[in-house]
DNA sequence: CGTTAATGTGGAAACGATTCCAGTATACCA
DNA sequence: TGGTATACTGGAATCGTTTCCACATTAACG
């Protein structure tokens, strides 16, 4: 591989002036400069990127960090980041945890190692305290979606609880009363948007229509759901999942008990999966802006790598969006 | 940032001696070591990796493109390059294409510039010849999935042709002999394996029995196939689809017009989507050992770095799985 | 007891860029 | 005509490692 120096004893100068050339700083006249330029080609030169990071202690590089991106969400997540991050010709390097606070731990002593400008990171099980200590020596930090108070740290964050919201006030605006929620263990901020919305609309939720079997697969394919409403004196004429997959486990067994959507009952989901527009009419759901989401968090970053300034505990929102489709009809 | 000369003084060493320490090459005696090693903790010292890259002439980088991560098949296999990647140490930088050729060539010139020690590409719109001179100054490379054969790369690839023979087979063994195919526009070696096994068991396929409108969200719903085979005389007893979307969109639609599966036709869908064991009693289907794809061809890559050896027109190929679930049954 | 081998250590030269400084040539202005 | 600003260039130091070489010291051995 071609170095500057080959570069510049071909073009008969010295390899500052070729520097000079490739940086466009200083002084360069313009026969130099197509010289230098022509020996760039010749000897199809590129800088060596380690050297020129030695010498200016940056390292153009951006990690992001996931829990899992085999999660449709931070897959979409990271293709935001990535567009900006290579748009703006920084390295991208990925981890993911798995939720192992092993790696986590692991991932931040790394990118000290390799002195990374920048960093996305997740909620994390621990590890907080290392991030803090990454941040103070300077690497610009940016946290999604939520971050011990205490450390000061940008936030960015999807509005779940405003998604839940949504959801539930469009099935009230439909005549809807006695409203269903499935939740899951990570699901409490869709669940106060449920109860903001019942609150707001006058209807105080019946705890027998909140489910709660975290996890379990029954709840997923939707058995229980279906069993326990179909058992009520009293059956929702509304369900609202926190999420589409669990929404269609729904759908699938109430249909298996001769129950039809949205004629009986009304359904609502969460994420908009691409599944969720193929189902019958398509499924009404709430969309989270995941692509926005990584872009504007990785344009932040950027630039306040740009301005060399360090956390200052600012928080940004965003905000999903209701999707009407063909599941929920007046009550 | 302390560096090796602080903690050599630390230690009242030379920044030799800290670094055979480190490194554990050379001799060192006891003593030596133990006050390095108290110098590195206590300046909380990491080595910088661009001096160490830049003596070296290694990057510890390993590139990793996919067309597009946010489908789930590439989300697999790069769980899978990620963990052996980062338990042998080294980065992994990604990069999303979109198919577009742009990008492509900008990224294998950026990987050049940053001298990654190798790197893992798929299939490539243009940008072979330029992949290939990456490979000639040195660059470890991999190609999953498909290569024109003049270059020599190592390829990996899932066997396609098998998947198809199997899903096609076991609906054979049921009995069938009116299997309908949906095919896509990218899935000709599923087709080539779907009539492979036709023909292994004596049965000519009906032409008419496989549907080639390619992506439309008709074809995805369902509707096209559904109606084209309640028109037949003698409709299918089966049917293949080349992804489980598309089965699932088969099987709404069949069961909007009253037909159940798998009483009056056997369905197979390809991908085994988490989706698809929750519809019903499970979509029986074909699934692609994708994580399992990943970390053979990284392990792969980084051997082949190791050994510094270089393409060898090797080409390795991994076997799908047969997932028989709730719809198929016996003709 | 002299010779050779095994340990242990420090000094200095790379690696390949950027950047500061000094120096020269030309242009401009009073 | 002399002084100063502007344009242009080369030399050398520097970033923080690794690694080669030289030099001691100690151990092993016939």
Redesign the pocket.
Known sequence: ?????DVAKRA?????????V??E?????????RRVLAAVKELN????V???R????TSKTIAFVVTEFTNPFWAEVARGVEDVVWQNGYDLILRNTAGDPERELASIRGFRRRQVDGAIFPWLQEGWAELKALDDEGVSIVVLGHAPEEYGFDVFTIDNVRGGYLATEHLLQLGHKRIAFISADFTRERERGYRMAMEKYGVTPDETLVFREYAAPELERGEIVVRRLLDQDDPPTAIFAYNDVTAIGVWMELEKQGLRVPDDVSLVGFDDIPMASLIRNGLTTVALPHYEYGRTAAEFLLRRIAERSGSSGRSVTMQPELIIRGSTRPC
């Open positions: 591989m071609a170095t500057i120096a008969g100068v010295a390899p500052s002036t070729v520097s000079r490739l940086n700083s200083g002084y360069v006249s313009k026969e130099t400069r030169y590129v800088p060596n380690h050297a020129e030695l010498r200016t202690g």
